[in-house]
């Protein structure tokens, strides 16, 4: 049996979604028009008016919003209603470069949330279910989303937060959770930490896991459902969107819906700013239909991906995004080749080593290095040299045959790269450092 928490909005026909958005993005375009000066000015830029914008159609005729503006912004100039109507703000961890800091109603929470339920019933949960919830706790969106979603359902929920492996394991096991949230590195960590301390994956009564927040590849999806006997559903959102539930799987596990009811979503060029049919990869651009302390229209959230509307098994009609592969920001150019994260990553879980790695690049004489550190298991840790040698020359020509460059692969003791309890940081750029932008 299919599950819905809202089913009516999740199962809308198609012509019946466009409808509503084109009603909403007219409303919304003359909400932000009215009473943000930094959008009049943007679209007065642009010699776009209100009036120009009849139905969804004419999405494109508005100006982008970047992150550069939310900056300019910063803190107040993006805010659309009275401070006195805002119960919240969330903000970005700022690591490139000042924080964006989001403002809420509590309609915008209630929303926000609701978009969570979504997520949380799409995985077959209810309100029998004793969630618990593992991303961070704070200004991050990922805690209070994930936990104001299973309220909603009506979970016994867990607000953990982040950090002290030791404690979620000791609570996951007494209270039996069935549903797990936060970041696959985590929900990997988890595991791993689970079967250093003798359990087996039958060992615990978690079901699913809701993780997001960062790229993951299909290969990781295998090796955190086998680690942990669960089925593990992919989550998306920003904090400019509102957080964690713009985008959720179904049971299809395969793509993400997007809630487009509340979010209009584009693909475009991220050179030339060029709106691409549906089905091309490229950057998603998301316009906020119902936010009312912060709203967005057609910002730019360099992640790339691709957009399908297809028939789902589940019922739902909502658009679905493929996982982002990286943000645009992400890419590395490396000797002139692009490479992303997730690639390196999916060799390496196909070849069966675990997803502890760290990824360094830098540049010596004028020509780009990139170096891959990855874990061994205990079992080939008493290897020789020569044999760690010859299984690092292997797996430098996976990795060359994948992105077409080669690496220098370093297999370094279990436990030697550091484990992530939010966002794993996966990449070193060292040509940052020095000013070489890539
Ligand atoms: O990461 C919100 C979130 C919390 C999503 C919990 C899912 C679960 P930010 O910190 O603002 O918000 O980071 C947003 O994270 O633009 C993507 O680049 C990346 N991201 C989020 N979800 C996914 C995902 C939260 N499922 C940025 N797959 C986004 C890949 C993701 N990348």
Known sequence: MHRYYQKDAETMPVEKIKELQSKKLIKQVNHVYENVPYYRSLMDKKGVKPQDIKSIDDLHKLPFLTKADLRDAYPYGLLATDLKNCVRIQSTSGTTGKR??????????????????????????????????????????????????????????????????????????????????????????????????????????????????????????????????????????????????????????????????????????????????????????FTSLDKEAFPLLRYRTRDICVLTRENCSCGRTFIKMTKPMGRTDDMMIIRGVNVFPSQIEAVLLNCGYAPNYQIVVDRFNNSDTLDVYVEMSPENFSDTVKEISKKEKLLASEIRTMLGISPVVHLVAPKSIERSEGKAKRVIDKRRSIGITT
């Not at 936990?147 to 009506?154: A, L, Q, R, T």
């Not at 929920?157 to 394991?169: A, C, V």
């Not at 299909?218 to 957080?243: F, H, P």
Request: proline share 4%; aromatic share 10%.
């Open 100 to 285: 964006v800091v989001a403002f809420y109603t509590q309609n915008d929470i209630d929303l926000w949330e609701e978009c969570c339920a979504r997520a949380i019933v799409a995985t077959g949960s209810s309100n029998k279910d004793v969630c618990q919830v593992c991303y961070g706790y704070g200004l991050f969106t990922g805690g209070f989303g994930l936990n104001g979603g299973s309220h909603k359902v009506g979970c016994l929920t867990l607000p953990m937060s982040s950090g002290n492996t030791e404690r979620q394991i000791q609570f996951m096991m007494d209270l039996g959770a069935t549903i797990l949230c936060c970041t696959p590195s985590y929900a990997a960590y988890i595991g791993e930490s689970l079967k250093e301390r003798g359990y087996k994956p039958e060992d615990n009564k978690l079901k699913v896991g809701i993780f997001g927040a960062e790229p993951w590849t299909e290969e990781m999806r295998r090796d955190i459902e086998k680690s942990l006997g669960i089925k593990a559903y992919d989550i998306y959102g920003l904090t400019e969107t509102s957080g964690p539930g713009v985008a959720f799987e179904c049971e299809e596990q395969n793509g993400m819906h997007i809630n487009e009811d509340h979010f209009l979503a584009e693909i475009i060029d991220p050179d030339t700013g060029e709106v691409l049919p549906e089905g091309s990869r490229g950057e998603l651009v």
